[in-house]
């Protein structure tokens, strides 16, 4: 056998390596665009900023915690899409699938879901303990904060956050279980 | 009263000019949402109704002067890309998620 | 604060709610928190019936303004005693079926969040019952429905999956046309708080409402009504739904959310159009007419469905569509006739009062016995398999409890003193029978009905005994529960259990204890039943308390006592705001009128 000969079986080697490791890769986002993946990867942080505003002002303007949750859901709905599903709970959030078939991240949905309506309820029979009715609310002006001015701080958005961790536990476990059928 | 009219001269024909445009464009897509001979073609369709949406939203609230639309019209934006991206990967796909 | 005690019921069943789905890690802990939870209801529910119904100087009316809003702006719960009479209606079969739940429902049952659901579905019972806002109704209706969807698509097998799917379509279209009714009528009346809908509608012309609208709205909500209650032409989900359903929910079904179906007939037609109803020339007058025809309907064809059956819950199912009829009847035939006099619990008072007391107490009477014959069909399915007459029979030798609990529900349904049955059919056939006295339209008809729908029952209930309870215990039977069960079958070695076989033939995971639970708690509805029979004049006048409530409109609207927005806000009326301009105004008018005709 040449040199020549064995040169080539080590560079067929190393392409037959280069082709799994492109095979992998593939399988995470496979024929999604360098164009897709580069606008989502611009737009998902509007999207969340664009909900946490609506969140934070839902409790005197247009806006809420559903509708926050709503696009808090849409973004994670891009990248499910365009990224494929491994690749938040495997390479973001570092989760592994236990069992291999479900979605691990599932889990973590459920328990986010749990969570807001417990936030949610909890702020509601809070005021019980004043011996005021269920779901009263009560709001707080701060005045001279530096860089801000004045700063409303509203009980009601302890409710706002439970509906928002509610609704994206709920909308992502629905898109992560039916994502992964 | 409101903004608009506040600007005074020319804005606010051109702001109703712009809304009318608008809604007679989105009504004229319709037409290819509806016959469009292949499912790209409505789905080129639909997403030039989601942007006439959001303009119309966008163009309200400057002739209102009413900020909340503004908010309206983002969501909507956001939404229909969305739902462009998603469709056209189920065009293409055949699969939403992978 | 003790106003707290009105919206007590409904944070025990969402404090529940939420703290089972927290404790999902543990299913025993999830299973405790749910028995706790189904407990503390039951407490709750106590201490809201012993301050409305049991308060010092006869029943009261208890309000309760959520998030501290006056009414009508908020939501205002409303605690009087047709709604404490039904939460103490629902209570025991909350109890006894969350008991029944922990043992029967299975481990994959369990991670589909089987507790919290449960819970959320009481909630919605719960909410629907207390709530004194039209449009709040309709989302308690919805919290109600949404958990009871999940409970009979998901633990049914495959094949009921399909027959159950046309309950969440029909339930979801009635919930739009329900919508869509309330839409209406907040267009047409100007609120959606009960009491002010009430006060309006009693005196359209000095609030400037145009009454002929409410006429298909309130035809769309009695027709969304009897959907949820099950009545015939609606009836077709039942069967369907119920078998789908664990034993559990479909008691839950049966006795209580079907309740509310009734119940929301109750307090609409004769508490918030009541007003309006009581003339004979009114939109509302439509509807006594209608009912008779609904329950008579559902009487007949529950019946005949019922004795046509060949499998213990098919039986069960049709005979609930029957029995909802019974509890319909009288409604439609008081409201007819509503202003004439009868005399009940020695005072004299209106033929309306007798009919709701009427279909309070059968209400009563159903939702303990079906919940237990659901209950102990479950228990046989749970030890054979099967609820198939064919493969039963001879069961009375091999589990004498159960075959007494189930005689005692059966016979509650006929209505057999001295059990609390006898009491419902004596006050339905009574209202009938005052009904045809004070000139009811086709009463002698609604009577007919009504003895052959009673006959029928007889026929049915005694068929389904003799082919489960009597007779020589079949192959199936003899080779499942070789010997009676009894304490040396629960004390002894224990692998009684291991014979038992699941539908689909393979060995069945019921355990001895879990057994024992089931029967434990069909005994117990059966002693209460008999208990509530004997008790039977303690339970007439909590009905008659409630049916009082449910027709006092006046003394509704002035216990939740809504401000009077017209008075300032109105100026497009210039009547109407001349005639508001003192809130008293217009209450002390329509009392007039409601005077009148008493």
Redesign the interface.
Known sequence: MSDDAVAGDRSAAADREAATERAVRE?YD???TVI?RTV?RV?VPI?LV?AVG?LLQGHN???GGF?GAV?TA?AF??V???F??EYLQDDFLGLRAADGGSHAAVEYYRWLFAAGLALAAGSGMAPLIAGLPFLTQAVLFLHHIPLYGEFELASAFAFDLGVYLTVVGGLLTV?GEV?SE | MTEASALGGVLPLVLQGALVLSAVLTLAVGYRVITGPTTPDRVVALDVIGTNVVAIAALYAMIRGLG?FL??A??LA??G??ST??VA?YV??GD??? | MTGQIVIAPMLVALSTAILALLARFDGRVEKAVSLVGAGGYAVAVAALFDAVVLAPGGPTTLTYGVSDWQAPFGIVLVADALSAFMLALAAPVVVAAAVYSVVSVDERGQRLSYHPLFHFMVLGVSGAFLTGDVFNLFVWFEVMLMSSYVLVLFYSGREHTRAALGYVVLNLLASALMLVAIGGLYATTGTLNMADMARRLADPAAYGVAVAPTLGLGALLLSVFAVKAGTVPFHFWVPSAYRAAPAPVTAVLAGVVKKVGVYAVIRLFFTVFGGAAYASTSTFAYVGPVLMLLAGASIILGGVGAAGREDVDGLLAFSSIGQVGFIVLPLGAAMTVPAATTTLAGAETMLAVLGVTAALVYSLTHALAKPLLFLASGTIRSALGTTDFAQLGGLARRTPLLAGGFLLGSLALVGVPPILGFFGKLLVFRTVAEGIAAGMPAGALAAATMLVGAILTIAYVTRGWNQVFWGEPTERVQQLIPVRWGRSRFAGDGDAGSSSIAPDGGPSTVTDRALVVQVAVVVALALGLVGLGVGAEVVVDAATDAAHAATGTDAYVEAVAPVDPGAEYSPSHAAGAANASDGSHSLDASAAVDGGER
């Open positions: 399988s496979r024929h999604t897709a989502v737009v999207i664009t609506l303007r247009p806006g509708i696009l849409t709905v891009l499910y899409v365009i494929g599903m898109l994502g | 909340l908010d309206v983002l969501v956001i939404i890309f969305i991206v998603t990967r293409t796909e939403i998620i992978e």
